[in-house]
């Protein structure tokens, strides 16, 4: 019996499989279709995953090439005599390297350029090359320079010119492409010029307040860096050096694409999440129509979980498919990233297949489509066999408990998913808010625009016009989610147009008018007097003298930092205790300040005991510290007591030098101390001809050009901004998907209506004209409802987030909404030939196949 | 299961037994005091009051009446596609009050087959499929040859692999009935068969229902309007306002 049981569940399930794909077979064009609409987003969805799984892997691989050693040990001051000690008992270092910005002059041209000096020792890179045109230059050696290729292409200079350092004239062997760690857009502020380490000292460039790195490389691949950074670790830290392993650095690379690609994640699930709708509604109206079909099945007894079955079976195999081929065209797609992203990317790439994407994949193919066919799918439930009989049946429409769970688990699903990609409970569940919040405005200011439509109909227009809308509300039609799948890509694209509009208003204004735009770094005390005569000279205004002092924490509260870094629950943040402040010391605030607690002293006596300071509010923070607390410094030897008199909100945001610790006036004037100046220059002309003269007269002067640091943001915008257009293109393509879907589903609809105008006298170029009305104002309708979205979340951005007037650009308005109108009208006209030239005959007889 | 078993027996042609089998199988259809009503908002509309009649196993039976008489309803509570409000519907000797839909659903698949007005086959299934699906659901393996061999005897041996939208009314209706039988069933519901065809492929439809009926022993309830086809069976119940009018019993053929 027990056997009988099992033999006849087997067949059932057999016939389950069996009427599934009959049934399937049949309606196979549309069910094609639901695939598609999925295809795109698990594409989007599996390229990202990939290409973040491949640079992961990529930078492990090869992360001992990022630093080019095992491990090295760095400070900012020459090593102290136990840093000494420490290293000769590892074996001794095998390279060391003392850097520094500097400004850089050039024989043959009178360009300057600020230049990250690299004086090195020994073989260092261990690991990956220095690559060199001409190859392999022996520069130290020789005596000679190597300098990076954008800066020789950009001067125009060859090999055989010659650098000048400081006091320094070397002549460079070759141009430098690539070295170990550093990639093209985060050294173009500073670009490397790497010499031997014996011309550091001739340079004379290391002053007071020069920001110097010395660096000490080990090559030692046998060594547990992991153990050695327990065990030597809290002791450098205490010399103010640091242990820095291929391990985290590599780390710490990964993780700033980390982030970058968590954010294109997302992106690309949108993508999906607008496939998954649009299956949602597809079945809907699939099931709809196959109604009669369940009801004569349940009257030749088939039980409604049968029947259930039968389609569910349907949509996991779409699911199936669809996330098989979307992973197939993920995997092809993520070969283009490179491309795309270019020298963002710090590792040579290697493209590898990691089953664990192919499996999400195919795990959100089905589980998504699943999830989200489940509501039209319990219809079926519902579904009596009375409706065999009688063509209009009562159907129940009351929404079972199952159906709530149904959504229910859709949107547990997304911020699962959400979870996985963020691995943060919080955000992840903004995300789903946001999602949420997005797609009910969107789908709120859609349908608002078509009861808008239907109320102030335009009677007046001509009648190809008035169909084409009117076609827009036929029965079952699935205006609200075509709108919506355009809208979401339309508001992707236009947000992030808006965005990078408002990121670089912000820059500019700060670039603006009498904003100081030309920074000059180190001056020394005594080189005041002189590179004011020379923006004397130059006629340009001195805009800003900051003072800069250098200073430790030797104290906090009372209790030495010694003690603190030893103590393993304090809860003091411990770049605090390793940190060189460079504070100033002033009068008053300035305008990107602004006090939250405490009383601001902006000057008091030198002998009157405690000083009072004003601190940043993430140094309080960071430090736990409130108004009232103690802390000591140690300014180049000497301590000073001082009291946190006030806590000051600083807007980082702003280009401009801000300070976390400002001292009073009245106390440091006499401290070792160096300048930073600031001018504005009208243009590059002038800025170039000023540079010029402070190299040639005060060579330790670093000066960095803001318009040229603005630039280089605009194209690093820009190319990231390509990748998320990328994105957004998706969405629309899944649009244009969910279109063509919903074009087929109600072939056999418009068809009767065109052979009915037909029939009725209409010409074939007034049907034309019809149809591009109706798929013209879908389209516009999608498109505006984006950019109003859009504009709104730019201007909300605007207020909350960058502080800025935004001004919308036209772009958005002028190319973005036509270009999809005109894609809309295309697809639709493309689509509906076979509607417009189908004989008359073929609706009376019946016979179309949809 | 015991009374499908006999049913075969009778179809395998030992019809010596046939009155004794009569004698206590009895009644296939019995209704009392039936009575349904279906509200549309406040409205309280009853469709069928009053009805009680029986069918003997093997009868062909008529049900008249004018357009909105409550015959279709009535055959829907008959063949446990609803429930009604009051009384008690006993079909094969089960009691349909009592069932689950899925109960009821088994019941169908097991001894009742319908024909419908509209034909109403599956459009994405071939014909051949069509006629298969009630044995499938049975889980029976033989169901395709089983399947070929009654669109032979409905004369659609070439059209077996067409689907129903490749196929003419009548050709449709054959195939209707063909899988109307398919499952052996001991009642047959046919809802106006004739309804949606012309006079003479109409004809042959009726005598392909006829004949199939007599060769398998099968119980026949038809429902329709065109009372020349009512004068062909043996039992004419006519409907009026949603009672019972008149019960005629036709003896003999």
């Not at chain 1, 270092?93 to 520094?100: A, G, H, L, P, V």
């Not at chain 1, 098989?324 to 290697?350: H, K, R």
């Not at chain 1, 569940?429 to 102030?456: C, D, M, P, Q």
């Amino acid at each position: 019996m027990k056997d009988l049981h099992a033999r006849s569940h087997s067949t059932a399930w057999r016939w389950l499989l069996k009427m599934a794909w009959r049934d399937g077979k049949a309606s196979s064009k549309r069910l094609l279709l639901f695939v598609a609409s999925i295809v795109f987003g698990i594409a989007a969805v599996v390229a990202i995953q990939s290409f973040g799984e491949n640079l992961r892997q990529n930078m492990a691989l090869q992360s001992k090439a990022l630093m080019g050693a095992d491990y090295k040990i760095d400070s900012n001051h020459p090593p102290k005599e136990t840093v000494s000690k420490l290293m000769d008992s590892l074996g001794g270092y095998q390279s060391r390297e003392i850097s520094f910005p500097s400004m850089a002059a050039f024989s043959g041209t009178e360009a300057t350029k600020l230049v990250q000096v690299r004086g090195i020792e020994g073989e260092f890179p261990f690991y990956g090359m220095l690559e060199t045109n001409p190859p392999n230059a022996a520069y130290q050696l020789k005596n000679a320079a190597l300098v990076d290729a954008t800066v020789m292409m950009q001067l125009g200079l060859n090999p055989g010119d010659s650098i000048r350092l400081g006091k320094v004239t070397l002549p460079i062997l070759a141009s430098l492409k690539s070295i170990p760690g550093s990639n093209a857009v985060f050294s173009s502020i500073a670009p490397p010029v790497i010499i031997p380490y014996h011309f550091i000292e001739k340079t004379a460039l290391v002053q007071t307040g020069s920001r110097v790195n010395y660096d000490f490389y080990f090559l030692d691949p046998n060594t547990d860096l992991e153990k050695l950074d327990e065990s030597i670790g809290k002791v450098l830290d205490a010399e103010d050096a640091d242990l820095d392993t291929h391990l985290s650095t590599s780390q710490r690379l990964g993780r700033r694409y980390d982030n970058f690609g968590k954010f294109l994640n997302l992106v690309a699930f949108i993508a999906l999440l607008l496939g998954c709708v649009g299956i949602a509604s597809s079945v809907q109206i699939y099931i709809k129509e196959k109604v009669q079909s369940i009801a004569v099945l349940k009257c030749l007894g088939a039980d409604n979980r049968q029947v259930f079955l039968i389609y569910l079976l349907q949509v996991i195999a779409i699911g199936f498919l669809g996330g098989l081929l979307g992973t197939f065209a993920g995997v092809l797609l993520q070969q283009f990233f490179p491309y795309l992203l270019g020298d963002l990317i710090p590792v040579s790439f290697e493209v590898a297949v990691f089953p664990t994407v192919l499996f999400v994949g195919l795990l959100l193919g089905v589980v998504m489509s699943v999830l989200f066919s489940l509501n039209p799918l319990l219809g079926t439930l519902h579904i009596s066999p009375l409706q065999a009989l009688r063509v209009e049946g009562n159907q129940t429409k009351r929404k079972s408990k199952s159906q709530l769970f149904a959504s229910a688990a859709i949107i547990l699903f997304i911020f699962l998913f959400a979870l996985w990609v963020l691995r943060n409970p919080l955000y992840a569940l903004s995300f789903v808010l946001g999602i949420a919040l997005t797609f009910l405005i969107l789908a709120a200011v859609a349908s608002l625009f078509i009861k808008l439509i239907k109320k102030y109909f335009p009677v007046g227009w001509h009648f190809p016009a008035r169909q084409g809308v009117k076609n827009l509300f036929r029965p079952q039609n699935q205006t609200l989610i075509l709108v919506l799948a355009i809208g979401i890509g339309t508001f992707l694209i236009s947000t992030l147009y808006f965005t990078k509009d408002l990121l670089l208003a912000q820059a500019e204004m700060d670039a603006q008018a009498n904003n100081p735009n030309l920074i000059l770094l180190d001056v020394q005390s005594d080189q005041r007097q002189a590179v004011k005569q020379i923006l004397t000279n130059a006629e340009l205004d001195l805009t800003d003298e900051v003072p800069i002092v250098t200073m430790r924490l030797h104290a906090i509260k009372g209790i030495l930092t010694n003690t603190i870094r030893k103590d393993s629950t304090s809860r003091i943040n411990r770049w605090i205790l390793n940190h060189e402040f460079r504070v100033t010391y002033r009068d008053s605030l300035i305008a990107s300040e602004e006090i939250q607690q405490g009383k601001w002293i902006g000057q008091v006596d030198q002998n009157k005991g405690i000083i009072p300071i004003s601190v940043s509010d993430n140094l309080a923070r960071d430090a736990d510290l409130t108004v009232g607390d103690t802390l000591t410094f140690n300014v180049q030897g000497v301590l000073m007591k001082t009291q946190v008199s006030s806590i000051r909100a600083v807007d980082w945001g702003r280009v401009q030098l801000n300070f976390t610790v400002l001292f009073p006036k009245g106390i440091l004037e006499n401290a070792p101390q160096f300048w930073v100046l600031s001018t504005h220059v009208p243009n590059e002309a002038a800025s170039a001809a000023v540079q010029q003269d402070l190299v040639r007269d005060l060579p330790n002067i670093s000066v960095i050009d803001l318009r040229q640091v603005l630039a280089l943001v605009e194209s690093l915008l820009s190319k990231i901004a390509w990748l998320i257009n990328f994105m957004a293109f998706f969405s629309i393509l899944t649009g244009l998907i969910v279109l063509l879907g919903a074009l087929k589903t109600s072939k056999y609809q418009r068809i009767k209506e065109n052979v009915l105008l037909r029939t009725l006298g209409a010409k074939g170029n007034q049907i034309f004209k019809i149809v591009m009305f109706e798929y013209g104002f879908l389209g516009l309708l999608g498109g505006f409802t984006g950019v109003i979205l859009s504009l709104i979340s730019s201007q909300v951005m605007a207020i909350w987030l960058f502080d800025a007037p935004f001004i919308p650009s036209w772009v958005p308005f002028l190319v973005l909404i036509p270009g999809i109108v005109l894609l809309v009208i295309f697809v639709g006209l493309t689509n509906s030939f076979a509607v417009i030239k189908s004989p008359p005959l073929s609706v009376l007889r019946k016979e179309v196949n949809v | 299961m015991c009374v499908l078993k006999l049913s075969e027996f009778l179809y395998l042609g030992c019809l010596t037994n046939t009155k004794l089998f009569l004698l206590f199988m009895s009644k296939i259809l019995n209704v009392r005091n039936l009575k349904k009503t279906y509200s549309s908002g406040s409205n309280q509309l009853t469709v069928l009051q009053e009805i009680n009649f029986d069918i003997e196993a093997r009868e062909t039976f008529a049900i008249v009446g004018p357009s909105g008489s409550g015959k279709t309803t009535l055959l829907g509570l008959c063949a446990g596609l609803d429930s009604c409000d009051t009384g008690e519907i006993t079909l094969c000797n089960v009691p349909l009050s009592g069932l689950s839909e899925d109960e009821l659903a088994k019941l169908r698949n097991q001894k009742v087959g319908f024909v419908f007005q509209n034909f109403q086959l599956l459009p994405t299934l071939t014909a051949l499929e069509n006629v298969a699906v009630p044995l499938e659901l049975q889980g029976d393996k033989n169901a395709l040859e089983v399947a070929t061999e009654l669109l032979g005897k409905v004369g659609l041996q070439d059209r077996i692999h067409h689907y129903p939208s490749q196929l003419s009314g009548g050709e449709q209706q054959r195939v209707a009935v063909a899988r109307a039988f398919s499952n052996n069933p001991e009642i047959l519901f046919a809802d106006e068969p004739t309804g949606n065809l012309d006079t003479a492929t109409g004809e042959k439809i009726v005598k392909l229902l006829f004949d199939l009926n007599k060769e398998r022993g099968t119980t026949l309830v038809i429902v329709t309007h065109d009372l020349e086809l009512a004068q062909q069976t043996q039992n004419i119940l006519k409907l009026k306002g949603g009672r019972i009018v008149e019960h005629e019993k036709r003896m003999s053929l």
